[in-house]
């Protein structure tokens, strides 16, 4: 249960229902008093349906656990339902649906929103056909859910669909400063989220679109992070490749509440930036890093090992680009991590 905030109330014939006064009172005896109420909804007092694609994942886990927290119903649209089952227990997630891609139909009917996170991870060794199933891992669902979404009667179609794509879809550079109104790049990664946000842009008209162009998300179980962490553990942390790419970055906790806002708040549509208002470039990043962790981060790691271990992949951190969250700014969005250092205190304190 969620506790509404503290308010300063009047007297008056609306009251919480579950608050009881053990005797009549009249407006001479109490002029104001101040309650906590309880309530199983969102603080905009609406209860959600969701139905989340990509819900095992690293973004997915931490938003399924938070709509959940705040009482929501959350339906988890899986290819493996064992899998969904052990990161989902029924006893720790009780009222959770999980189901199979034959069920994601009926779990989409009727809810109030779908969000979309499924996707093949990018950071790994790119092989022609990783490539290839990398663009059709995302193609092929978000083609699903909106056909599933467009399929809906008009009474139990979706209302809201918020759907992942990636700030590849700048492509990438040193000097320029990207926000929601750039062009795409021309690169692989560029080509690819154009796809995916056009599949997504398919959708029935009625329904409201939100479109997260999602940078490096930081976390501590889960991401780039993880992969870091141990190399400077083992004192062998450092720069990758120049240190002078641009590292759009965003704290795990800001991704989700970010997603979450544009569940519930029809401000939130079109294309929204899921960046840090202070991108960083790669060395410092690693400085800050090395620093939290105590652990030196001067001994760079050259582009040709990168290479050696995700081939073309590497030019995912060997090339970088700038990107402002304009969009979330005029939004007003609250931001808890705004600088990298307190983003990185706050995962590995």
């Not at 694609?53 to 649209?77: C, E, M, P, W, Y």
């Not at 699903?144 to 209302?159: C, F, G, H, M, Q």
Request: hydrophobic content about 40%; proline content about 6%; glycine content about 8%.
């Amino acid at each position: 249960m969620e506790m509404c905030g503290a308010t300063a109330l009047t007297w008056s014939h609306t009251i919480c229902p579950s608050f009881q006064l053990p005797r009549p009172v009249s407006t001479r005896e109490v002029t104001s008093f101040r309650v906590w109420c309880l309530s199983d909804q969102d603080p905009k007092g609406n209860k959600m349906i969701i139905s989340v694609t990509g819900a095992t994942g690293f973004i997915g886990k931490r938003l399924v656990q938070r709509l959940h927290a705040d009482n929501h119903s959350v339906h988890v649209l899986t290819r493996s339902k064992s899998k969904a089952e052990t990161i989902f227990p029924a006893k720790d997630y009780p009222g959770i649906k999980i189901a199979e891609e034959t069920e994601w139909k009926d779990s989409i009917q009727g809810s109030t929103g779908v969000v979309n996170l499924a996707g093949l991870p990018i950071s790994t060794r790119w092989s022609p056909e990783i490539k290839k199933e990398i663009k059709q891992s995302r193609i092929r669902v978000t083609s699903k859910v909106v056909e599933l979404i467009n399929s809906a009667p008009d009474d139990i179609r979706p209302k809201v669909f918020v759907s992942a794509t990636a700030v590849g879809y700048y492509g990438v550079s040193e000097t320029e400063v990207f926000d929601e109104q750039s062009p795409s790049g021309k690169d692989y990664l560029a080509e690819v989220c154009r796809e995916w946000e056009s599949t997504a842009l398919k959708v029935n008209g009625d329904v409201r679109v939100a479109l997260i162009r999602i940078g490096v998300v930081l976390g501590k179980d889960g991401g780039a992070l993880a992969k870091m962490i141990p190399l400077f553990n083992l004192f062998a942390g450092g720069p990758l490749g120049s240190g002078k790419q641009w590292f759009s970055w965003i704290h795990l906790d800001d991704i989700v509440n970010l997603i979450y806002e544009a569940l519930s708040n029809p401000s939130y549509t079109g294309v929204i930036n899921g960046t840090a208002p202070n991108p960083v470039r790669l060395a410092e990043l690693c400085n800050q890093l090395g620093h939290v962790l105590g652990r030196p981060s001067w001994l760079p790691v050259p582009d040709f090992a990168l290479k050696a271990v995700l081939g073309e992949g590497a030019s995912v951190v060997l090339e970088g680009q700038k990107v402002i969250p304009t969009q979330a700014k005029k939004l007003g969005f609250p931001f808890k991590y705004s600088y990298v250092k307190d983003a990185l205190k706050a995962i590995l304190s």
